[in-house]
């Protein structure tokens, strides 16, 4: 992987949330370096009710991570 | 989607409650894009205590962020 | 559901840890709304210890957020 | 329950250990008030090495609450 | 047990890891006092991918706490 | 083990990221430190959607407290 994480700063909540489920999906990637293996996967757990809630909770546990390292997006307006 | 996370403010402690809500069913929606899909599982896990009490897990994950984003909402009278 | 989140300050610790309580079960009401199907659901996992350690999970996540906003009762005598 | 949780203060790390035991057990007995039944569970989860592990983990949600509740106890000698 | 947590200080990250280590097994002394069903628990669950990542979750909820009780080990050299 | 973690201070976001990869391993390897037992284990639980949003869910945890070790990398260019 070419660098794929120069800041957590980011823009808006809302690009702090695709930032924490791009987290959220690069462990995977990490533990299954096989994209293939993945796509075999995925459909699996994208039709599975505890998969995606579990999968739901990674991305809570980086946004929170996301939003204090932007200070909650305080200062914008 | 359109902008869908302008701010993580809100007014009261129950409109934050509110969007931790959506924030945990937005994570869902990003992994399984289709809505055929989702409103197929939905009965499944509405009705499964599991699921159920996990969904309220990545609720109280976003909550924490929330409502620190909020300050606690300590200014509030 | 009427106003039922008007702040995060309680009185005491033991309040707080039963607002805590409270802010796990909503999620739930909010995701199966139907208090009849809540109803025959609890019987099961009121009796299950993986749900129950899972539902003391919730509160544990919520009682951290409130404890917090409280800054821990730390002015109590 | 009477009076059962007065303050998250505790003298020592080890007592604020048992604090946190103790807050992760109340929630169980909140949502299985019957003594009999949690007696009944109990041998169960006990040899449960998922169920033990899955208890640990609601401890240690508490134990960061009551750690952060006394400084973590830095002005301990 | 004599006491076994006189405090969260830790020289090092590397101490400060191995003290959120013990904090996670002790709490599965507490719920399963018998050592004895602990040793036949052991390789079970460490032959078991679910329960490692599980026991290794409790250990980086530990973590959390004990590297903010030494504030980062930041005044390290 | 020598030391393998002398600091929580990373350069960028990115290794801190892999710093907490490693964080997360190191929980699993002092529970099993068989490295053929874990070998045996790697393909199952690489190939489990379940295991694998698990294993993401404890670098999440450690990913958050590399991120405030390193005050987020704000001062980063």
Not at 27 to 37: G, R, S
Not at 68 to 76: E, I, L, S, T
């Amino acid at each position: 992987m070419t660098e794929w994480l120069p800041t957590l700063r980011t823009a808006t909540p809302e690009e702090g949330y695709a930032l924490a489920v791009r987290l959220a999906r690069v462990a995977v990637k990490l533990t299954q370096p096989d994209a293939a293996v993945r796509e075999r996967l995925r459909p699996e757990y994208a039709e599975d009710a505890d998969a995606l809630i579990a999968a739901s909770q990674v991305v809570a546990t980086h946004f929170a991570t996301v939003a204090a390292a932007n200070d909650y997006w305080r200062d914008r307006r």
